[in-house]
C-alpha cells in the first residue's frame, strides 16, 4: 500500500495514540533544536544521537517520535512545529513538499537505510520456532502474538503489509494473506513508538521492525528474502518556517558527519551517501557542500 495513497480516515483516532518522546541534551540553557523523527529511530536519537550532538554542540534536541506519516499530519495541521523532520520513507517529504499539504518541505536528502525483519523474543520456544522453519511458516504458528504498525499512519506498517503479499504470493501461503485479514480488526496494530516495548515486555510473541531496532534492542531476528523486503529509506529535511533555523542547520550538519556515522552503522543502519531531492536552492547555505545530488 503506497504510502502517498493513504486515506486521512482514522487517522484523528490514531493520532490519539501518538506518544511524544522526549530527548533532552546539552546544556540546560541552550536553545533547543526541535526534531520530529520516525518512531524506529527512538533508540538511536534517546541513547546515540542525541547525546552525541549535545555534547558536540552544546545544544540539546527536542524531540518527537511516531509514525513517519502521522507526524506529517500534526505538521500539516498546525499541531506540531519543528526544525527537523527525520522520516522512514521518501514519499512522506514528498508528499509533504505538495501545496494541497501546506508546501512543508522543499528538499530532502537520504541519509540511511534498513531492511525490514522479523524480531521475536528471546526465549527457548521462540528460538526452537523460528529456528526450526523459515519465517513465514513460524508467523502461521497457532495463537502466535504478532504486531505491526498501521499502514495508514507509519511507513513501516505500509512496508509489512508489502512484504507479506510478496511473500503469501512467493511460497504460496495464503495463511499470511489471512494473517493481514486478521490484522484489519486493529488486533496487529499498534502505534510505532510502543511496538518494541510490547514486545520486550511480552504482550508479543513477534513483530515487524526495522535491523536497527532488533539490534540496538538485543533481540533476535530473521530477515526475508531481499528480493521480498521493500526495507526502509531514511531521509532529513529541515522544515518550512523552523523556529530555529541555526539550530536545525547544525542538527543536520551533524546527523551527515562521520560520528553519527559511526553511530547509526552500530546501531543497525546501513548509512548511505546523501543524496538530494526536491528543491536545491532552498537548501540552507551551511548544508549546500554536504548535499551533493540531483536536486532541481
Given at each position: 500500500?503506497?504510502?502517498?495513497?493513504?486515506?486521512?480516515?482514522?487517522?484523528?483516532?490514531?493520532?490519539?495514540?501518538?506518544?511524544?518522546?522526549?530527548?533532552?541534551?546539552?546544556?540546560?540553557?541552550?536553545?533547543?533544536?526541535?526534531?520530529?523523527?520516525?518512531?524506529?529511530?527512538?533508540?538511536?536519537?534517546?541513547?546515540?544521537?542525541?547525546?552525541?550532538f549535545g555534547s558536540q554542540s552544546g545544544r540539546r534536541v527536542l524531540g518527537y517520535a511516531g509514525g513517519s506519516l502521522a507526524l506529517a499530519y500534526q505538521v500539516e495541521g498546525h499541531l506540531r512545529r519543528a526544525d527537523v523532520?527525520?522520516?522512514?520513507?521518501?514519499?512522506?517529504?514528498?508528499?509533504?513538499?505538495?501545496?494541497?499539504?501546506?508546501?512543508?518541505?522543499?528538499?530532502?536528502?537520504?541519509?540511511?537505510?534498513?531492511?525490514?525483519v522479523v524480531a521475536y523474543r528471546p526465549t527457548a520456544r521462540m528460538e526452537a520456532l523460528f529456528g526450526s522453519q523459515p519465517w513465514y511458516l513460524a508467523l502461521q504458528e497457532p495463537g502466535l502474538r504478532v504486531g505491526r504498525?498501521?499502514?495508514?499512519?507509519?511507513?513501516?506498517?505500509?512496508?509489512?503489509?508489502?512484504?507479506?503479499?510478496?511473500?503469501?504470493?512467493?511460497?504460496?501461503?495464503?495463511?499470511?494473506?489471512?494473517?493481514?485479514?486478521?490484522?484489519?480488526?486493529?488486533?496487529?496494530?499498534?502505534?510505532?513508538?510502543?511496538?518494541?516495548?510490547?514486545?520486550?515486555?511480552?504482550?508479543?510473541?513477534?513483530?515487524?521492525?526495522?535491523?536497527?531496532?532488533?539490534?540496538?534492542?538485543?533481540?533476535?531476528?530473521?530477515?526475508?528474502?531481499?528480493?521480498?523486503?521493500?526495507?526502509?529509506?531514511?531521509?532529513?529535511?529541515?522544515?518550512?518556517?523552523?523556529?530555529?533555523?541555526?539550530?536545525?542547520?547544525?542538527?543536520?550538519?551533524?546527523?551527515?558527519?562521520?560520528?553519527?556515522?559511526?553511530?547509526?552503522?552500530?546501531?543497525?543502519?546501513?548509512?548511505?551517501?546523501?543524496?538530494?531531492?526536491?528543491?536545491?536552492?532552498?537548501?540552507?547555505?551551511?548544508?549546500?557542500?554536504?548535499?551533493?545530488?540531483?536536486?532541481?
Amino acid at each position: 500500500m503506497p504510502v502517498t495513497a493513504v486515506r486521512r480516515a482514522g487517522l484523528v483516532g490514531g493520532l490519539l495514540l501518538l506518544t511524544g518522546v522526549l530527548t533532552a541534551c546539552g546544556g540546560p540553557g541552550a536553545q533547543p533544536v526541535r526534531v520530529l523523527y520516525a518512531g524506529s529511530l527512538v533508540h538511536l536519537m534517546e541513547r546515540g544521537l542525541g547525546p552525541a550532538f549535545g555534547s558536540q554542540s552544546g545544544r540539546r534536541v527536542l524531540g518527537y517520535a511516531g509514525g513517519s506519516l502521522a507526524l506529517a499530519y500534526q505538521v500539516e495541521g498546525h499541531l506540531r512545529r519543528a526544525d527537523v523532520f527525520l522520516s522512514a520513507d521518501p514519499s512522506v517529504d514528498q508528499q509533504m513538499a505538495l501545496a494541497a499539504h501546506g508546501s512543508w518541505v522543499s528538499w530532502y536528502a537520504t541519509f540511511a537505510q534498513a531492511p525490514l525483519v522479523v524480531a521475536y523474543r528471546p526465549t527457548a520456544r521462540m528460538e526452537a520456532l523460528f529456528g526450526s522453519q523459515p519465517w513465514y511458516l513460524a508467523l502461521q504458528e497457532p495463537g502466535l502474538r504478532v504486531g505491526r504498525t498501521d499502514p495508514q499512519l507509519d511507513p513501516k506498517g505500509a512496508l509489512t503489509v508489502t512484504l507479506l503479499e510478496r511473500a503469501a504470493m512467493r511460497y504460496h501461503a495464503p495463511a499470511l494473506d489471512a494473517l493481514l485479514s486478521t490484522g484489519r480488526d486493529g488486533a496487529q496494530i499498534f502505534p510505532e513508538e510502543t511496538l518494541l516495548g510490547r514486545l520486550e515486555s511480552g504482550q508479543l510473541d513477534a513483530g515487524f521492525f526495522y535491523r536497527s531496532e532488533a539490534v540496538q534492542a538485543h533481540l533476535p531476528y530473521v530477515t526475508p528474502a531481499t528480493s521480498l523486503d521493500p526495507g526502509a529509506v531514511f531521509t532529513v529535511t529541515v522544515l518550512r518556517g523552523a523556529p530555529d533555523p541555526t539550530g536545525a542547520v547544525a542538527f543536520v550538519r551533524f546527523l551527515l558527519g562521520s560520528r553519527a556515522a559511526a553511530i547509526m552503522n552500530a546501531g543497525g543502519l546501513d548509512v548511505v551517501r546523501p543524496v538530494l531531492a526536491g528543491d536545491a536552492r532552498a537548501v540552507p547555505p551551511g548544508l549546500r557542500a554536504l548535499l551533493p545530488g540531483r536536486g532541481s
